[in-house]
């Protein structure tokens, strides 16, 4: 995810990734899939917290795959959050919504006390000591025996990896176009803003992207107190990740 020229996620951003994020995201409906699959329903209720909703794809689906459940969605987006109000308004009281800074520390105390917290492809805006506090954050904000499930680039290990990377994002996003769209047109406006991170990350000026490696992110999940801290699924430099509250 590239930066606007002000140096932060901007209406332009919202509206490119509202019309690509289709193609844009490898494998998006195994994401969702498999993160809908890792919800912890043992209790039969299900209150969800989900950071940075975008245009609302993941809030639908965790709410379709589980009828109890109940999310709240927060964003930075105007224009993301308006796109989310209208896709999940069939969901009535089940669904709701509200503006917030990911990096702000005061959003996180919440009544009630999630179930579990979900992001998508946000938390790399975060510095890596920001990650930290926020999974310490997370951790203490969670219901015991509670989930943290993140879906989010990951920086890779040295250059041999980012090449690898980047050939695979743009082969999956050429290979959505051409599926989803039957047009190069997608895979085009990928090339065009240059949104392969692994592929051009001297265009990020701010840097608006600060992904951490993978392995760092495990290590400090567990250092937050997570236990059963796992990756779930990979590929192209995005990853599945998180981990469980213990419950005593």
């Not at 492809?121 to 499930?149: N, S």
């Not at 994002?169 to 290979?175: E, F, I, S, T």
């Amino acid at each position: 995810m590239q930066a606007t020229n002000s140096g932060d996620w901007g209406a332009e951003n919202s509206s490119a990734f509202i019309n690509f994020g289709r193609f844009f995201v490898p494998e998006r409906e195994v994401q969702l899939a498999t993160i809908a699959a890792l919800m912890p329903t043992e209790r039969g209720e299900l209150h969800i917290l989900e950071l940075c909703c975008g245009e609302g794809l993941l809030a639908e689906a965790l709410l379709d795959a589980h009828s109890a459940a109940t999310l709240e969605a927060l964003d930075g987006s105007p224009e993301m959050l308006a796109a989310a109000r209208t896709r999940l308004e069939r969901f009535g009281s089940r669904f709701s919504a509200a503006q917030f800074d990911l990096a702000d520390l005061r959003w996180r105390t919440r009544s009630p006390t999630p179930h579990a917290v979900v992001s998508s492809l946000a938390i790399h805006h975060l510095d890596g000591a920001q990650k930290q506090q926020l999974f310490a954050d997370m951790y203490a904000l969670l219901q015991p025996g509670g989930v943290c499930i993140i879906a989010d680039l990951v920086a890779p290990a040295d250059a041999a990896a980012q090449r690898v990377a980047a050939d695979a994002w743009d082969a999956a996003v050429l290979r959505r176009a051409l599926t989803f769209g039957n047009s190069l047109a997608p895979f085009a406006a990928f090339e065009r803003e240059k949104w392969n991170y692994y592929r051009y990350p001297e265009t990020d000026p701010a840097p608006f992207d600060k992904p951490s490696s993978l392995l760092d992110q495990l290590l400090w999940l567990r250092a937050a107190g997570f236990a059963s801290v796992d990756v779930y699924w990979m590929q192209a430099g995005h990853a599945i990740f998180g981990g469980r509250k213990k419950t005593a």
